[in-house]
């Protein structure tokens, strides 16, 4: 080929000479020889060394011929510029520590948060949702006032809610004496009345122990006929032959005459009769329930008919156990009134009273003798015992007992 600019003739250019045959590459994996690859390694890692101990010095250069050589390490204590706006951003959130601009801005902003809330509620208690609404404009951003008038007007708010003096708490007597809510409770006490012969003895039991839960409830009002049916119920189950059925019926007219006494006078007779007769039974524990009956039965009611029911169907009773629990039953009514009260009832009454103390005081009895004697010691407290003893009786049978008054003393 020939070219147009220059006669000369084209230089061909020389052959490309035959390249040797790679003896390592064409053999097999398994049979190359380990040495290439431990040299073709060696190279790499000096190549690494010089880059590393090329960038551990940083030369730089000051006009045409200072050098200043420092190096990394200088460069690493040296503390940096933030190179991002985030971590920028990262140093001062609460994450990082807080410097003192942020610390005494937020303290002043919680002081003037406080501040806002103790006027608003000073001013008007109406007006909560509005400090609310102002605290909420604080954090968007607002101007919070100076601090040199903060103390003072916490001080003065401080003074003058001090001065405001809070309501004493009202007395607790105002509810002592609140009366308790009355109830009708005349429909329990007619479910409460069981036939003295009927069959199933629990269900007795139980209507017997709510009688005498009603008739111990302050609130539970019923008419005095209701109360009366329920004596005379419980009167006769005192004579039933079972003695669970007996021994509660006992404590259920020892409550009815402890709480409803009162109104019951005019079972007293019968209920009393009742309880005597069962003082002589062979049952030790029915003795015993049917004398604190009797107490009770004296203590509740009107002194002067439980006095004659007790001196008439009791001091003269054949059995000496219910002539003591009649003595018992008078000793404990006479202490309950007291002697004045006593010798002041009706002429009647008090006759039967002292001519029954003068006849248990001689009884052959040893209990009722005893309970006899308590009997006559609670009289003699009032001087008019004596006399009224000796116009009482017979004058035999205050001889046959003198000797024993006159041991009173």
Known sequence: MLLWCCPRPVVEPAPIPPLAPDLVADLPPHTRESSAFTSYEEKENGKNDQLEDKKSVDSTIVGDTTVIEVSTGEIEDAQLPPRSPSIHIEDYSEKSNHSSHSRRSRVETDAYSRQSVDTENARSPDRIFGSQKSLNSLGSGSRPHSRKSSPGASKSRSASSSRTQTPDPLS????????????????????????????????????????????????????????????????????????????????????????????????????????????????????????????????????????????????????????????????????????????????????????????????????????????????????????????????????????????LR
């Open 172 to 407: 607790a007597n105002y509810h002592e004496n609140a009366s308790p809510i009355e109830r009708d409770v005349r429909n329990a006490l007619a479910e409460c009345i069981v036939p003295a012969r009927h069959e199933d003895w629990q269900l007795i039991v139980n209507s017997l122990i709510e009688t005498e839960r009603l008739a111990t409830d302050p609130s539970a009002r019923a008419p005095a006929a209701s109360w009366r049916a329920v004596v005379r119920s419980a009167a006769a189950h005192v004579r039933s032959l079972r003695s669970r059925v007996a021994r509660t019926a006992c404590s259920t007219l020892g409550a009815l005459f402890e709480h409803r006494g009162r109104a019951l006078d005019p079972e007293l007779e019968e209920a009393a009769t009742a309880l005597l007769e069962r003082c002589a039974d062979v049952n030790r524990f029915l003795r015993a329930d049917a004398a604190s009956a009797l107490v009770r039965l004296a203590r509740g009611s009107n002194s002067a008919r439980a006095a004659v029911a007790l001196a008439r169907r009791g001091s003269t009773h054949r059995a000496g156990p219910v002539r003591a629990a009649a003595a018992q039953a008078l000793a404990r009514l006479v202490q309950h009134n007291g002697a004045s009260r006593t010798l002041d009832m009706p002429p009647e009454p008090r006759t039967v009273l002292l001519r029954a103390a003068g006849e248990l005081l001689g009884d052959a009895n040893a209990e009722t003798r005893l309970h006899a004697r308590h009997l006559c010691l609670a009289l003699s407290t009032d001087l008019r015992f004596r006399p009224l003893l000796k116009d009482s009786i017979l004058p035999s049978r205050y001889r046959a007992i003198e000797k024993l008054v006159e041991k």
